[in-house]
């Protein structure tokens, strides 16, 4: 029982998702002071709010927040952002720079245009040889 423990810890994708989580909590506190720091004081600049936080409606004299949010979708947005444009397209570019265009496995029938494994002599829609 403990050696599959020892293996389960041991093994690669647990220790990745370990230092996944770290760095993401680290990137989550910079993502943040980005946003309240850089982005508040320009929204702030634009609309006289830094923050929207207390902002609210009352209806039937309970309040709803809805700044808090505002503040939260704004700081989503911005995290989605960065890491799309700053990690995801990168990446995927390098990936594709390293791996290189792959190799076809299907072609079109010439009969109705579906696609075929490469190795058909018969297409499976419409029948016809290949």
């Known amino acids: 029982m403990l050696k599959g423990f020892r293996?389960?810890?041991?093994?690669?994708?647990?220790?990745d998702l370990a230092v996944a989580v770290m760095?993401?909590?680290a990137f989550n506190s910079i993502v943040a002071s980005f946003t309240k720091d850089i982005?508040?004081?320009?929204?702030?600049?634009?609309?006289g709010k830094p923050?929207?936080?207390?902002l609210d409606i009352h209806l039937r004299g309970t309040p709803i927040h809805y700044g808090n949010f505002l503040n939260a979708t704004i700081s989503f947005?911005?995290?989605?952002?960065?890491?799309?444009?700053?990690?995801?397209l990168p990446l995927n570019y390098l990936l594709s720079k390293i791996k290189g265009p792959e190799a076809a496995s299907t072609k079109p029938c010439p009969q109705c245009l579906s696609d075929v494994?490469?190795?058909?002599t018969r297409c499976k829609?419409?029948?016809?040889p290949i």
Request: proline share 2%; aromatic share 12%; glycine share 8%.
């Open 7 to 15: 293996d389960f810890i041991l093994r690669g994708n647990v220790v």
């Open 23 to 25: 760095i993401g909590a």
């Open 39 to 47: 982005v508040g004081q320009l929204i702030a600049a634009l609309a």
């Open 51 to 54: 923050d929207f936080g207390n």
């Open 77 to 88: 947005v911005i995290t989605a952002s960065i890491v799309y444009f700053l990690i995801v």
């Open 117 to 120: 494994p490469l190795t058909a």
């Open 125 to 128: 829609f419409c029948t016809q």
